[in-house]
């Protein structure tokens, strides 16, 4: 005997409009206030930039001698490592990583898009020094973080507007 499909249709219906109508799309590309720009490139930081910027925005990475409408200088990159707890023998038993950057963002020709801003990023690592490989697992943490550092960055960069000096 055959089960009566009307109830399932009636639910599928109810999903595929919930979805529909929770306003879900794809992330797409993202507006920046300029066309071009240049990034930095001599550290994974500055190169994954550069990436992300050329392939999810409107914007076009150029060398700086190209008269870019916006220049992203890296002001400074730094990894630290500090002790954030031990155990009753007074070994480390976790770490904590940092991972902080300075940037800005502006106009060759005068003006800011982002004036000097730091991001800090910190992610806590247990320690066991019968555990092998752990310097492995600190630098995944490390190349995770400099991945939510240039996310954190693109939406800074999407969110500028041009101040003019006075």
Request: proline letters at 7%; glycine letters at 6%; one cysteine or more.
């Amino acid at each position: 005997m055959p089960r009566p499909r009307g109830p399932l249709l009636a639910l599928l219906a109810g999903v595929a409009l919930a979805v529909a109508g929770c306003g879900f799309q794809l992330r797409g590309t993202a507006s920046l206030p300029f066309d071009t720009i240049a990034v930095p490139v001599e550290t994974p930081l500055g190169t994954a930039l550069q990436r992300n910027i050329d392939a999810g925005t409107n914007a076009k990475v150029v060398p700086q001698n190209e008269n870019p409408e916006a220049i992203l200088s890296i002001l400074g990159e730094t990894r630290e490592k500090l002790i954030l707890s031990l155990n009753a023998q007074g070994r480390v038993r976790e770490y904590e990583l940092r991972y902080i950057v300075s940037f800005r963002a502006f106009a060759p020709k005068g003006g800011e898009y982002i004036p000097t801003d730091t991001i800090a990023l910190a992610r806590a690592i247990t320690f066991n020094d019968q555990v092998l490989a752990k310097e492995a697992e600190e630098e995944i943490l490390y190349a995770e973080m400099r991945s939510d550092m240039v996310q954190l960055i693109m939406r800074r960069l999407a969110a500028a507007k041009l101040v003019k000096p006075e």
